[in-house]
């Protein structure tokens, strides 16, 4: 693409951004104003031939380009003209249906007058005389918008797209499908590649009536109205007049479930919606999983000579599911002919998502009883967030390696590879990946070395880790503010909390050295008091614009070969061993803070199974964390909550209970005593924290006695609505009220509800105004009003939220159940 028109583009973007800050819709803003002037272009060109403009004549033609820019027109006027015009230009009847496809629910999301016109002079400044240059612009502008996450969607990396259709070898004669189309990637890279086998002497030797049934043959289907707009607009500036886009949902309607066709490459959605697809029922394989679907339908859809390709989750290649197991038994039966893996990071920044080839013959599948399999270590670009390009690239190869065996297919004869070839491929046989019923298609399983047995190799973590220290504080110019994480971001589950991040200046020559890239490694080498833990890990996941760097108590771990080590196989197996109490060993103490001796940290040694057994514990621990995330969601969440009503009634709480004082000196009692503290109360579920278990005589200052029944509410600000229904006895602290209700007006269990309610716990703190400590009195406290239901209606009111709690308790089982799957399931690799 030449410099200028990818300048435009770049403006254009940076124009909007105030304005429109998401990247899809600076993309749709672009597209309907290129094709805007497109249509004007036309019309001028047309005139200028002695015709007649079409595309904005009659009513329409006060929405012409030249119009909407005369220099009488107004900046206000300018932003209603051409908001108006983009939403009237699909009704104009001078139009054909393509455009008005493209213009379907356009709208200008922002009113301000500066940034239109600056927008659409850059627009302006487009010429439509090299549309080739054009539809590389359009590229680069499709390259830099952001991958729909949420549902599941990445952009497809330009160079595995041209690998997938190399290797396919689509033909001008042949039909072709993406039923997930996107931008159109795979659809306008098959043209491309049948346009260039079918090159003479530089020129195309395809005459007109092959041209129009070669676009005619292309076909793509997506669910997104927003991508069928991107993808015709960018099939016309390649070529396309009448491009054959389809809004349609491919799992869930039948209407073109009789459409077959001779080449199939998708790059489909990975990620299933709440609840799951529901499909209909002509599926062969029956699942609410759009990745499983989506490959049956590819599958099933291949005419009788088809050949396909779609990118996979690593989920397709070994989950133990029934609908997995039946779908690659298929595959493998009738289908499948190669498995391609690539690495971890070839969807970054979007994703780290591990993700595998899989390749689809009719034809070749019959005449083997073997299995391709290819491992892409390299693919020409480093796997950071950034994907720059390195001189490492296994495609090339592995594309002559495909060739190679297809060749040795078609002529039944044998093949062999050579040395450089043998270190990313290997053929198995189909009867020894179904002899155990799981038709696992991890390649490297299959190789003899890798049987999986728990024992592999150990290496130091020093031979595979970059270490690096802090980011100190800048005092030198220039400085810059970035984000530095703390201990105090680590989360339990060895991730990072980002809701508290500090923000600090630093020297400006420090930031590219240390700061933190997608998949790296932050430990604790750290702390402070006698109880702070140190060796601590957290793995960083982010691949925002933002700079985030890390503490001085903090050291930096980046993987130094990804093609060896996964970073988050390595981040579980730090995380296992600080639980197992590692770390303590490796500590010592200067000046009461502890430090973890790095030196011999970085001697501790972990075992190095083969990337592809790393990525698939991976897989199955990040499964088990999601299963922990959403218990964790509902515990954390939950609140009882209960409509009060006003036929009830109100009441001085002093009128139902009564504040307890019985002072205790602990040092006359003796053994253990069960003592509570107010950081021992959850204040959102009114449970006990920590532990309560004390040896009575090492309880130096006076407390309060409670007995079972009692209500423990904490009258020391900030901890107002700290509550605790008492269903043990013992001691507490004197900042907590000790109540005793009377449980002829009242359910105790049901008043420490009540306690907790937001709406009475402000009405407490509005009785701290003035006060000189932060602490409610009785004499405040028991003239609070509070709602008295009858004890039958406090019963039914207790018994929901008891049937409710017994959810809540089953969520934290599970929490308990899969964390202790995680700690197994790295136990395994030490044999233990």
């Not at 450089?420 to 490297?444: F, W």
């Amino acid at each position: 693409m030449d410099i200028d028109t990818k300048r435009k583009i770049d403006t254009a973007r940076d124009i909007l951004v105030g304005k429109v800050p998401d990247p899809k819709s600076q993309v749709e803003q672009i597209t309907i104003a290129l094709i805007y002037k497109f249509m004007d272009d036309m019309d001028k060109q047309s005139m200028e031939l002695g015709g007649k403009a079409i595309f904005f004549a009659g009513e329409y033609e006060k929405y012409s380009w030249s119009k909407i820019f005369d220099p009488r027109v107004s900046g206000f006027e300018l932003v209603n003209l051409y908001s108006e015009a983009i939403q009237k230009v699909n009704h104009n009847p001078n139009i054909p249906q393509l455009f008005r496809e493209i213009f379907k629910n356009a709208y200008l999301p922002y009113r301000d007058p500066e940034t239109l016109k600056m927008f659409l002079k850059i627009i302006g400044e487009f010429e439509y005389d090299h549309s080739e240059r054009l539809g590389d612009a359009y590229e680069h502008l499709l390259s830099i918008m952001n991958s729909q996450g949420d549902a599941g969607q990445f952009r497809t990396p330009r160079h595995i797209i041209d690998f997938m259709v190399e290797v396919v070898d689509p033909q001008k004669t042949e039909t072709i499908l993406d039923p997930a189309c996107g931008t159109a990637g795979f659809l306008i890279f098959s043209y491309n590649h049948i346009l260039n086998q079918n090159k003479v002497d530089g020129y195309v030797n395809l005459n007109p009536e092959e041209r129009a049934r070669l676009t005619e043959n292309i076909v793509g289907y997506d669910i997104s109205p927003d991508m069928v707009r991107i993808a015709l607009v960018n099939m016309y500036l390649h070529e396309f007049q009448n491009p054959k886009i389809y809004e349609y949902d491919t799992l869930t309607s039948e209407d073109r479930w009789n459409d077959y066709f001779d080449i199939i490459l998708a790059n489909p959605p990975f990620m299933s919606p709440r609840g799951g697809i529901r499909p209909h029922k002509r599926f062969s394989i029956q699942s609410k999983r759009s990745e499983v679907l989506f490959v049956d339908y590819i599958a099933e859809h291949l005419a009788p000579q088809g050949r396909g390709a779609v990118i996979v989750p690593e989920g397709i290649i070994f989950q133990s599911g029934i609908a997995y197991k039946k779908l690659r038994k298929n595959l493998i039966d009738n289908f499948l002919y190669a498995v391609v893996s690539l690495p971890a990071g070839v969807f970054n920044p979007y994703s780290g998502v591990k993700t595998s080839i899989l390749f689809l013959n009719k034809n070749l599948a019959k005449k083997t009883d073997s299995i391709l399999f290819i491992r892409i270590n390299n693919d020409g670009f480093n796997l950071g967030a950034q994907r720059r390009k390195i001189r490492e690239n296994d495609l090339p190869l592995a594309l002559e390696i495909m060739k190679k065996y297809r060749q040795s297919l078609n002529k039944n004869g044998d093949i062999l590879f050579n040395t450089t070839e043998a270190k990313l491929a290997h053929i198995v046989k189909k009867e020894k990946i179904t002899e155990n019923g799981d038709y696992n298609l991890s390649g490297d399983r299959y190789k003899e070395t890798l049987v999986y047995s728990g024992k592999w190799g150990f290496v130091a973590l020093g031979d595979i880790c970059e270490f690096k220290n802090g980011l100190w504080k800048g005092t030198k110019e220039p400085l810059k503010i970035i984000n530095i994480l703390r201990n105090t971001n680590f989360t339990k589950d060895g991730f990072l909390d980002f809701s508290n991040v500090a923000m600090h200046p630093v020297e400006a020559r420090y930031i590219d050295d240390k700061k933190l890239i997608y998949g790296d490694i932050i430990l604790e080498k750290s702390g402070g008091g006698p109880t702070q833990p140190v060796g601590r890990v957290a793995i960083f996941c982010k691949n925002d614009e933002q700079i985030y760097s890390y503490s001085n108590f903090t050291s930096r771990i980046r993987v130094i070969d990804k093609s060896r080590v996964n970073p988050f196989y390595l981040w579980r197996c730090l995380h296992y061993l600080h639980f197992k109490g590692m770390t303590k060993r490796l500590q010592n103490r200067t000046s009461g803070i502890r430090n973890l001796d790095l030196n011999a940290y970085k001697a501790v040694r972990i075992p190095i199974p083969p990337l592809e057994i790393q990525e698939q514990i991976v897989v199955e621990l990040e499964t088990y964390q999601k299963i922990i995330d959403g218990a964790r969601q509902v515990v954390e969440n939950y609140k009882p909550t209960f409509k009060t009503d006003p036929s009830w009634g109100m009441i001085g709480i002093g009128n139902i209970c009564k504040n307890i004082k019985r002072i205790i000196d602990p040092k006359k009692l003796s053994g253990q005593i069960n003592y509570i503290g107010l950081e021992n109360i959850s204040k959102n579920t009114g449970e006990l924290l920590g532990s309560i278990n004390s040896e009575a005589p090492s309880i130096k200052s006076m407390k309060l006695e409670f007995k079972k029944k009692n209500v423990l509410y904490g009258k020391l600000r900030p901890n107002l609505n700290k509550v605790y229904y008492a269903d043990i006895e013992g001691i507490c602290s004197t900042d907590i009220m000790v109540l005793m209700f009377n449980e002829n007006k009242s359910i105790p269990k049901f008043y420490s509800l009540i306690l907790r309610e937001q709406w009475f716990n402000q009405k407490v703190i509005n009785g701290l105004e003035g006060a000189q400590l932060p602490r409610i009195s009785w004499e405040y406290f028991k003239n609070l009003k509070v709602p008295l239901p009858p004890i039958e209606m406090q019963e039914i009111i207790l018994k929901k939220i008891e049937n409710e709690q017994k959810i809540i308790d089953s969520n934290k089982k599970l929490i308990e159940i899969y964390e202790q799957k995680i700690k197994n399931k790295v136990a395994e690799l030490w044999n233990e």
